[in-house]
């Protein structure tokens, strides 16, 4: 069975899912002034839209990376990565659909 994007998108998903969960377990327990300051952000976004754009915000300033914290600088790392393949994806899903 061919790999095809469908399970890209899958795989993706999962990576960014395990990526999110390492962020914010190290922010909340090494970072809590910095966890603090995003709006103490969640897991899954219900209710709280404001700590999710201020996370991701986090995620693409350049922040992370003046925390004196190599491993919290990986997971941010593998985080942008996730995000940009889940885009490069999502932009071939609709390519196939839409021209192919």
């Given at each position: 069975m061919p790999f095809v994007p469908?399970?890209?998108f899958w795989l993706c998903l999962a990576c960014l899912l395990?990526?999110?969960a390492?962020?914010?377990?190290?922010?909340?327990?090494?970072h809590p002034q910095v966890w603090d300051a995003l709006g103490q952000?969640?897991?899954?976004?219900?209710?709280?839209w404001s700590g999710s754009r201020s996370l991701t915000a986090f995620y693409w300033s350049g922040?992370?990376?003046r925390l004196p914290d190599p491993t919290?600088?990986?997971w941010v790392l593998a985080q942008r990565?996730?995000?940009?393949?889940?885009a490069m994806v999502l932009v071939a899903l609709v390519q196939l659909r839409f021209v192919g």
């Open positions: 469908f399970d890209a395990v990526s999110s390492g962020c914010l377990r190290r922010l909340r327990r090494h952000p969640g897991f899954l976004p219900f209710g709280n922040q992370p990376a919290l600088h990986r990565t996730g995000q940009l393949c889940l």
